[in-house]
C-alpha cells in the first residue's frame, strides 16, 4: 500500500493540481466574460495585483504553517496599532510614517514572542495570543490618549493602514512586484538553509548553521510580508492568503520545493479568481472573494487529493477491508491494516 | 407632542431634586459628539461653566464608530444629570445604556428626535420594501434637520432649565435663523457649479442627507456599514459613473483610507478620462478641533460646501453678512 | 589508563553542565578511543542525551570542554555525524526520504550551494546501505518509526564522518530493524570509523558493543565492556534497581 | 431570575444599597471583570494546554456572520423590524462562535491540518462570508460588532436591567391613550428613491410610542406620574454571572476526565471517557462564554481574559489546578488595577500624568499630557504587567530567578566542580597531571584567574590544601565531595 500511495504522491500529483487550478481559472475566465465583465484596466491591475500578492504570501505562507505559525498575520495586524498612533503622535497622518511605524511595531511583537518561545514553556500560540492582546491595548491606550487632544487628525486611524483588494492600483502591483522578487531571491539563496531549519533545527545548529540568525531573517520576511499585505489588501485576507493555499499545497505533495511553488500558485490562483468573480457584479467585495477561492482550492485539496485526500482514503480503506474481509467467510470482522506493516521491506 | 405635559411635570420634578437640593452645583450635562455639544453650547450660551457644567465625550476628529470611553467619560456619565446624544444608532448599542439610565431619573434626549418623528429620515435598508427603519444616522448634514434637533434640543434643555427658558428659546431662534442663512449661503454656492456635474462621489456613504439638502446628487464606493468592503465592479461601476457624467472631482473623507478613490481615479485615467481628487478631506462623522472654524456645525458644513465647490473650480460666494464663526480667508484657497 | 598516547576519538574533560535547576552532569572525563562501538548507559535522568547535545554545542556547558581526534568541535565538525532523537521533529512535513538524507550535506556544502548530482548519488548510496532505496522519493511521513530511525542513520552515514553520534536509536523500533541497524553500525566500526550511541537496553550491551560509558550525573566508569560492564559498576550507576537488572544482565 | 436575585439580596442590604454598589463605575466593572476573569481562567487554560489560545480572537472575528444572518433572516426571512438592540443578533452570534469552533475541530480532526492553520482557515472563510453578505444585502445599514454589542466594560454599570418592588404597575399607551405620540414615516421614499423633503413623498402616521411599558420604562418615559422604587442590575454582572456559574459547575464536575482528556487524550479514549465529545463541549462553552463576555466587557478583554491571566498562572505553577486558581485571581487582579490604570495610577506607584509630563518635555506631545485612557485596554495592560512581572521574578521559572539561579551555580558549581575534579584523580596515576596547580585551570578551560580565585576561596574554607604543586582534598573537603552525592 505504502508503495502505491508513494507513485501517487510523486510529482504528477502536484502538476495536476496546478494544471487544474490554471483550467479552473481559464474556465471562471470564460464564464466570467459571457457573464459581462469588463476586462478594463482595472480588473486587470486588481487580477495582477491579487495574483502576485497570492503568489509571494502563498510562498511564505508554507513556511509560516509549517513553522505552526499561520496565525501570525491575525497577531501582528492588530499588533501594528501602537506603532501605528506613535507614529500619528510624532509624524501626523501621512501614510508612509504609520506604515513604518506599522512595520516597527510588528517586529518588536515578533522579536517579543520569539523571546517568550525561547525563555519559558510557553508555545507559539499563546505567545502570540499575548502579544496581541498587549500590543493591540496599548494601541487602544494611545487611541484613547490621541482622542482627547484638542487636533484633529485621528479620526480612522485604527483603520486608515488597512487597505482593500478592489483598490490595487499600478504602483501597488509593481511594490509586489519588487517585494515578491526580494522575497523570492532570498528564499531561493537560502532554501536549503531554510529547509533544514523548518525541518530540523537542532540538526542545523549541529551542522554549524547560524539557526538564530536565519530565524530572524525568515521571521522578517514573513513580517515585511504581511505589513505590505495588510496596507494593499486588508486583514482578513492576509490571514487567509497565508494559510490557505500552502495547507491546500501540502495535499498533493511530498516535497517542500513543490509545495512551495504549488502553494504559490495557489495563491495566485485564489487572487485572480477572486478579482474575477468580484468584476461580476456590484457589491461583491474582491477580498472576501479571494478567501472563498482560496477555501475551495483547500476543499477540493482536501478531499481529492490522491493519498491524503479524504475520499481516496476512504476508498482505499474500503479496498483494503474488501481485500482482507473476502477470503475469511463468515462471522470475522473485517481487520484495520495498520501502515506499518509494510515495515522492513 | 402630547407627551409634554407629562414630560414636563417629570422634567419638573427631577429639576426640582437637582437644583433645590444643592442650589450651587451646576448642572451636569453631557454631550456625546462634538455636533451634539456645540448645539447645547450654543443654546445655552453663557450658561455653560457657570450653572452648567458640559462634558463632550467624543473630542475633536474623533469618528463615533471607533470611539474608546475613557475612565473621566465614564466618570462624567455616572454624575450627569442629562444626556444628550445623537440618536439612530449613531452611537450603536449605547442606545441601550440611555435608555437604562432613564430609568434612574437621569434626562437622556436624542438630537434626532424630531427628525425621526417628522419622517425625514433616509432608510438604509433596501432588502424588503416595506423595512426602513434602520436609519441612516448622518441626519445632520442636512441644515433644515439640524433647524429641527435644535428646537427639539431647546425644548429638553428649557424642561431641564425652566428658570433660563426665555434665553434658551431666544438662543435658538437666533441660532435657527443662522441655520436658515447657511443653507440658503449653501445652496447657492453649490448652484453655482453647472447642473449635470453636481455629484458628489466619495469613498464612503455618509453624504445623503447633505446631498439631498443643497440639490446634489450623492455616490459613494462603500455603504453605511464600517464593514462593507469594495469590489472590482463597484471601482468600475464608479468610474464608468465618473466618466459618462464627465465628474471632474471627487472626494476622500478624513476616516477613510483614500486607496480606493485613487483605484477610482487610476480607471478613469486608463480609459482616456480625467478627475481630480480634491486636495482637502470632507467631515464625515466628526468635526474640526475647537476654536478651529470647523470646530462648530456652522463652520463644519461650510468648510465641507468651500473645499467641494473649489475643488469643483468656482469662487465661493460671499460669506453672508453677521454669520458667526467668521469665514478665515486661508478657506478661500486650495492648497 | 594511557588516553593521552592511544588515538582518541573523543575526549571529554571535566564536563559539567546544568539544566534548568538540577546538575545535568557532573565533572565528566571520558575518553573513547578510535574504531570503537560504544555505549552510552545509564539509569532515566542520568544525563545521557545530556551528554551528547552538551558535546555537541548544542546546549551550553558550566565547565569543561570536548575535543574530537585532538580538535575542537567546530574544527572537527565535518568528520561528525549526529542522529538525533526520532521525535525531535514533524514527521508529516513535506519532504522524501532521499531529501532528508542529503540534508546531511548541507553543512559540507556550505553557503547557497545546493545539492547535486553527486550528492544525490551519496545519499542513494547510504539509503542502500540502510536497506531503504526503495523508499527514496517517500514522504518521511509514510514511513515506520524503524524506517524513519533509518532514514536519520543514512542521513548521517552521508555525512561520511569518522565520529557518530546517536541519541536512542533503537527507542521503539522492531527487532529488524535494531539488528539491521546493528549490522550498520557495526560495519562502519569494521571501516574504522567511531560510533557513539546513547543506550538504553542493558541486556544487549555486551552483544553490540564493544566500548561503554557507565553515566549517572557522574561518570561511574569508562571503558571496553568487560572492564567497564560490571555488576559493581551498574549496581553504583542504576542504585537500588540493580539487583533486578542484574539478574537478567548476560 | 431577577426576581429572586434581588429578593435574596435584600435579606441583607437595603435597596439603596444595592443601587449605590451597582451604579458604581468601578465596582460594577471589577464585579465583570472578575466574572470574566473565572470563566477566562476556567476555560482559557484548557485552551492554552491544548494550544489553541487564539481561539477567542478567531471568535472575535466571526461573530459578525450570526450578526449578519440572524439580521438578515430576521428582516428579509420574517419581515420583523430591524432592531439592533434584539437579543436574537446575539443569539446568532452565539451560534457563530459554535460554528467557528465546530468547523475548526472538523478541519483538524480530517489529520490533514495542525491546530493552528484549521483555526486559520475556519475564521478568514467565515469572516469573508459576512463581508461578502453585509456588502451584497445590508451595505446600507450601519450594521457590525459594535452596533450589536456594548462591548465596554466601563459602561457595565449603566446597562441595567431595573427590577421593581413598589409601586410597579404597568402602562399600556394605545393610539388612543392621550400620551400617545405620533411620528410620521415616509410610505413612497426607498421604493421611489426620493427623498422625505420632495414633495411626492407620501407620509403615514404611526403611533411611535404604543405598547406595554413596566413601571420602570413608563416612568423612563415619562408616562406615568408615580416614581416606582427600582432596583437596578447590571445586564453584564447578570449574564456573566450565569456563564460563570455554567463554567465552574463544567470544570468542577469534569475536572479529572478534563485533565485527562487534555494530557493524554488516548488514554482517556481507554477508559471510555470520549475526549471528543468533552472537547467539543468544551469549545461549546468557550464560544458561548466568549459571546457573552463580548458583549459585556468587548473583544480585547476576552481576548485577554483568556490567554493572558492562564499564561501568567502557567509561569508560576505547573499545577492544573493552581492554574485555574491562580489564573482566576491575576484576572481579577487585572480588572481592578486596570480600572486605577485608566485614571492614571499605576498600582500606586507611578503617577502617568507625570510620565506623560516627562515624555512631554523630552520628545514633546504638545502640551497634552492628561492620562485618561480606555478603562478595557488598561485592564489588558495591567494583566499584561502582570505576566511581565511573572516572567521576570517567578520564583522558579523567572528570568532573574534564572540568572541568579545561574550565577550562584557557577559559584557553586564552581566550587564542586574543582572538589569533584579533584576527588577523582586524587591517588590515581594521573594525578600530577590532572591536580597540578598550575595547569589545572586547563582541564576546566577557564582562566587562570578564575582557578585562582576559586582555590583561594576553597582553601579558605579549609576545603584543599596545596601539597608540592599538587592541588589535594582536606579531611572536610572529602567529606564535602561524599555529601554531594
Excluded at chain 4, 400617545?180 to 422625505?196: G, T
Excluded at chain 4, 479529572?256 to 482528556?261: F, N, T, V
Amino acid at each position: 500500500m505504502a508503495i502505491l500511495r508513494g507513485r501517487f504522491n510523486s510529482e504528477r500529483a502536484a502538476w495536476g493540481a496546478g494544471l487544474g487550478a490554471v483550467l479552473a481559472f481559464i474556465l471562471i475566465l470564460t464564464v466570467a466574460g459571457a457573464s459581462g465583465v469588463t476586462f478594463d484596466h482595472t480588473l486587470r491591475t486588481v487580477t495582477m495585483g491579487g495574483a502576485l500578492l497570492g503568489l509571494v504570501t502563498g510562498v511564505l505562507g508554507s513556511f509560516a504553517v509549517l513553522r505552526r505559525q499561520s496565525l501570525l498575520g491575525d497577531a501582528l495586524s492588530h499588533a501594528a496599532l501602537p506603532g501605528v498612533v506613535i507614529a500619528f503622535i510624532v509624524q501626523g497622518r501621512a501614510l508612509s510614517a504609520l506604515l513604518i511605524g506599522a512595520a516597527i511595531a510588528s517586529l518588536t511583537a515578533m522579536a517579543f514572542i520569539s523571546a517568550l518561545t525561547r525563555t519559558t514553556k510557553i508555545k507559539q500560540d499563546a505567545a502570540q495570543g499575548i502579544t496581541l492582546a498587549a500590543w493591540f491595548a496599548f494601541g487602544l491606550i494611545l487611541l484613547s490618549y490621541v482622542q482627547g487632544r484638542p487636533d484633529a487628525g485621528q479620526a480612522g486611524l485604527d483603520k486608515f493602514i488597512f487597505g482593500q483588494a478592489a483598490a490595487l492600483v499600478q504602483s501597488d502591483v509593481l511594490l509586489i512586484v519588487g517585494v515578491g522578487a526580494l522575497v523570492c531571491l532570498i528564499v531561493a539563496l537560502f532554501w536549503k538553509e531554510f529547509k533544514l531549519l523548518t525541518f530540523d533545527p537542532e540538526f542545523a545548529a549541529a551542522n554549524g548553521f547560524p539557526v538564530r540568525f536565519l530565524d530572524s531573517l525568515l521571521s522578517s520576511l514573513i513580517v515585511a510580508a504581511i505589513v505590505l499585505g495588510l496596507q494593499l489588501a486588508g486583514v482578513i485576507l492576509m490571514v487567509g492568503l497565508l494559510i490557505a493555499p500552502a495547507v491546500a499545497a501540502r495535499q498533493w505533495t511530498q516535497s517542500l520545493g513543490v509545495m512551495v511553488l504549488l502553494s504559490g500558485a495557489f495563491g495566485a490562483f485564489a487572487g485572480s479568481t477572486g478579482a474575477v468573480l468580484s468584476g461580476v457584479d456590484v457589491n461583491m467585495p474582491t477580498g472576501p472573494l479571494m478567501i472563498v477561492a482560496a477555501c475551495a482550492v483547500v476543499l477540493v485539496s482536501v478531499l481529492f487529493a490522491p493519498g491524503r485526500g479524504i475520499v481516496w482514503t476512504v476508498m482505499s480503506r474500503r479496498r483494503e477491508r474488501q481485500a482482507v474481509g473476502r477470503p475469511s467467510l463468515g462471522g470475522v470482522q473485517p481487520v484495520m491494516v495498520k501502515r506499518s506493516a509494510d515495515d522492513g521491506q | 407632542m402630547k407627551l409634554k405635559v407629562i414630560t414636563l411635570l417629570m422634567m419638573v420634578c427631577v429639576f426640582v431634586s437637582v437644583s433645590a437640593a444643592q442650589p450651587s452645583e451646576p448642572v451636569k450635562i453631557v454631550a456625546t459628539t462634538t455636533q451634539a455639544s456645540d448645539l447645547v453650547t450654543i443654546l445655552l450660551g453663557d450658561l455653560v461653566g457657570t450653572e452648567v457644567q458640559l462634558t463632550a465625550l467624543l473630542g475633536a476628529g474623533v469618528d463615533p464608530h471607533l470611539y474608546k470611553p475613557t475612565e473621566s467619560d465614564i466618570a462624567a456619565m455616572g454624575e450627569a444629570d442629562a444626556i444628550f446624544y445623537s440618536g439612530l444608532h449613531l452611537e450603536g448599542q449605547f442606545d441601550t445604556v440611555f435608555n437604562a439610565l432613564r430609568e434612574r431619573g437621569i434626562v437622556t434626549y436624542a438630537i434626532s428626535t424630531p427628525v425621526k418623528e417628522q419622517g425625514f429620515t433616509f432608510g438604509g435598508f433596501t432588502l424588503s420594501e416595506e423595512l426602513v427603519d434602520v436609519d441612516d444616522p448622518h441626519f445632520w448634514f442636512d441644515p433644515r434637520n439640524w433647524e429641527l434637533a435644535t428646537a427639539g434640543t431647546a425644548e429638553a434643555l428649557s424642561e431641564l432649565l425652566p428658570q433660563h427658558a426665555d434665553s434658551i428659546s431666544a438662543n435658538a431662534e437666533a441660532y435657527i435663523g443662522d441655520l436658515q442663512t447657511l443653507h440658503v449661503w449653501a445652496v447657492e454656492a453649490m448652484s453655482v457649479v453647472p447642473e449635470d456635474q453636481r455629484v458628489l462621489i466619495t469613498s464612503h456613504d455618509a453624504f445623503n442627507y447633505f446631498g439631498d439638502a443643497l440639490g446634489w446628487e450623492v455616490r459613494g464606493l462603500q455603504g453605511l456599514s464600517t464593514q462593507d468592503e469594495a469590489g472590482v465592479a463597484d471601482i468600475q461601476a464608479i468610474a464608468a459613473y465618473v466618466v459618462e457624467r464627465n465628474i471632474s472631482v471627487m472626494f476622500v473623507e478624513s476616516s477613510v483610507s483614500p486607496d480606493a478613490i485613487e483605484a477610482v481615479r487610476e480607471s478613469v485615467t486608463a480609459g482616456g478620462g480625467r478627475v481630480a481628487i480634491a486636495p482637502r478631506h470632507l467631515f464625515s462623522d466628526a468635526m474640526g478641533a475647537p476654536g478651529d472654524f470647523g470646530g462648530t456645525y456652522i463652520g463644519m458644513l461650510a468648510e465641507n460646501v468651500s473645499v467641494i465647490v473649489m475643488s469643483f473650480g468656482y469662487d465661493l460666494p460671499a460669506w453672508p453678512d453677521g454669520l458667526l464663526p467668521e469665514m478665515p480667508q486661508e478657506l478661500l484657497t486650495l492648497e | 589508563m594511557n588516553t593521552k598516547t592511544a588515538p582518541t576519538a573523543l575526549e571529554i574533560n571535566d564536563l559539567t553542565v546544568s539544566y534548568h535547576s538540577k546538575p545535568a552532569l557532573w565533572d565528566i572525563d571520558l575518553s573513547i578511543p578510535e574504531g570503537v562501538m560504544a555505549a552510552i548507559i545509564g539509569p532515566n535522568g542520568a544525563g545521557k542525551s545530556t551528554l551528547i547535545k552538551a558535546v555537541l554545542n548544542l546546549i551550553p556547558r558550566a565547565a569543561g570542554e570536548a575535543r574530537f581526534f585532538g580538535l575542537s568541535y567546530q574544527q572537527a565538525r565535518n568528520r561528525i555525524g549526529y542522529v538525533p532523537q526520532r521525535g525531535s521533529v514533524d514527521w508529516d512535513f513535506p519532504t522524501s526520504v532521499l531529501d532528508v538524507v542529503m540534508m546531511g550535506l548541507y553543512g559540507k556544502l556550505g553557503w547557497i550551494k545546493r545539492p547535486g548530482k553527486a550528492e544525490r548519488e551519496k545519499a542513494l548510496g547510504a539509503l542502500s546501505q540502510v536497506g531503504l532505496v526503495d523508499f527514496a522519493e517517500h514522504q518521511i511521513g509514510q514511513l515506520s518509526g524503524g524506517q524513519q530511525q533509518r532514514t536519520f542513520l543514512a542521513r548521517a552515514l552521508v555525512q561520511e564522518a569518522d565520529l557518530y553520534f546517536m541519541d536512542e536509536p533503537f527507542a521503539a523500533v522492531d527487532a529488524v530493524t535494531e539488528r539491521a541497524i546493528v549490522d550498520i553500525l557495526q560495519a562502519l566500526r569494521t571501516n574504522g570509523k567511531t560510533v557513539v550511541v546513547v543506550h538504553h537496553d542493558l541486556q544487549t550491551v555486551t552483544d553490540y558493543f564493544d566500548y561503554v560509558a557507565l553515566l549517572n550525573v557522574e561518570m561511574i566508569a569508562s571503558g571496553t565492556t568487560e572492564a567497564a560492564f560490571t555488576e559493581d559498576n551498574l549496581k553504583r550507576a542504576y542504585g537500588g534497581r540493580v539487583a533486578f537488572l542484574t539478574h537478567q544482565e548476560v | 431570575m431577577d426576581q429572586v436575585l434581588v429578593s435574596l439580596a435584600l435579606n441583607f442590604f437595603s435597596a439603596d444599597q444595592i443601587n449605590a454598589f451597582m451604579s458604581d463605575p468601578r465596582s460594577v466593572a471589577t464585579l465583570v471583570g472578575a466574572l470574566v476573569a473565572i470563566s477566562g481562567a476556567l476555560l482559557g487554560t484548557f485552551l492554552f494546554l491544548r494550544q489553541m489560545s487564539l481561539t477567542t480572537d478567531a471568535i472575535s472575528h466571526t461573530i459578525l456572520l450570526g450578526i449578519v444572518v440572524m439580521f438578515l433572516v430576521m428582516t428579509a426571512g420574517f419581515g420583523l423590524e430591524p432592531d439592533m438592540s434584539s437579543p436574537l443578533l446575539i443569539l446568532g452570534a452565539a451560534a457563530a462562535g459554535l460554528l467557528t469552533v465546530m468547523l475548526t475541530e472538523t478541519i483538524q480532526r480530517t489529520g490533514l491540518v495542525k491546530a493552528d492553520a484549521a483555526l486559520g482557515l475556519a475564521f478568514p472563510l467565515l469572516f469573508a462570508i459576512s463581508i461578502i453578505l453585509v456588502s451584497r444585502y445590508a451595505d446600507n445599514v450601519h450594521l457590525d460588532v459594535d452596533s450589536v454589542t456594548v462591548g465596554e466594560i466601563g459602561i457595565a454599570w449603566a446597562n441595567t436591567r431595573s427590577v421593581c418592588l413598589e409601586g410597579c404597575e404597568s402602562v399600556i399607551i394605545t393610539p388612543d391613550s392621550p400620551q400617545a405620540e405620533v411620528a410620521r414615516v415616509c410610505a413612497n421614499c426607498v421604493a421611489e428613491n426620493i427623498s422625505p423633503r420632495s414633495p411626492s413623498a407620501v407620509f403615514v402616521e404611526n403611533c411611535s410610542n404604543c405598547g406595554t411599558y413596566t413601571a420602570a420604562q413608563a416612568y423612563a418615559n415619562g408616562l406615568s406620574e408615580t416614581t416606582p422604587t427600582l432596583v437596578f442590575l447590571p445586564k453584564a454582572a447578570l449574564t456573566m454571572g450565569i456563564i460563570t456559574l455554567i463554567n465552574l459547575l463544567f470544570v468542577g464536575l469534569l475536572y479529572k476526565e478534563l485533565k485527562l482528556a487534555t494530557f493524554d487524550a488516548a488514554l482517556a479514549r481507554a477508559l471510555g471517557l470520549r475526549p471528543g465529545l468533552l472537547h467539543y463541549a468544551l469549545m461549546a462553552l468557550v464560544s458561548v462564554t466568549a459571546v457573552g463576555a463580548f458583549d459585556a466587557v468587548g473583544a480585547i478583554l476576552v481576548v485577554a481574559f483568556f490567554i493572558v491571566p492562564p499564561a501568567t498562572a502557567y509561569l508560576l505553577t505547573q499545577r492544573l489546578s493552581r492554574m485555574l486558581l491562580l489564573g482566576a485571581l491575576f484576572g481579577a487582579l487585572g480588572a481592578y488595577t486596570g480600572y486605577d490604570l485608566a485614571r492614571g495610577n499605576l498600582l500606586g506607584l507611578v503617577d502617568m500624568n507625570r510620565v506623560l509630563g516627562w515624555l512631554d518635555g523630552v520628545v514633546g506631545l504638545g502640551g497634552y499630557t492628561t492620562w485618561n485612557v480606555s478603562i478595557s485596554a488598561s485592564m489588558v495592560m495591567m494583566m499584561f504587567v502582570f505576566l511581565l512581572l511573572a516572567w521576570v521574578f517567578a520564583p522558579r521559572q523567572g528570568l532573574i530567578a534564572g540568572m541568579i539561579r545561574r550565577r550562584s551555580q557557577a559559584v557553586r558549581f564552581t566550587d564542586q566542580i574543582v572538589l569533584r575534579h579533584v576527588a577523582n584523580h586524587q591517588g590515581h596515576a594521573d594525578e600530577s597531571i590532572e591536580l597540578a596547580v598550575n595547569t589545572l585551570h586547563e582541564h576546566f578551560r577557564w582562566s587562570a584567574s578564575r582557578l585562582g580565585w576559586t582555590l583561594r576561596r576553597l582553601r579558605a574554607l579549609n576545603l584543599v590544601h596545596i601539597e608540592d604543586g599538587l592541588v589535594r582534598l582536606t579531611e572536610r573537603g572529602t567529606n564535602a565531595v561524599m555529601s554531594l552525592d
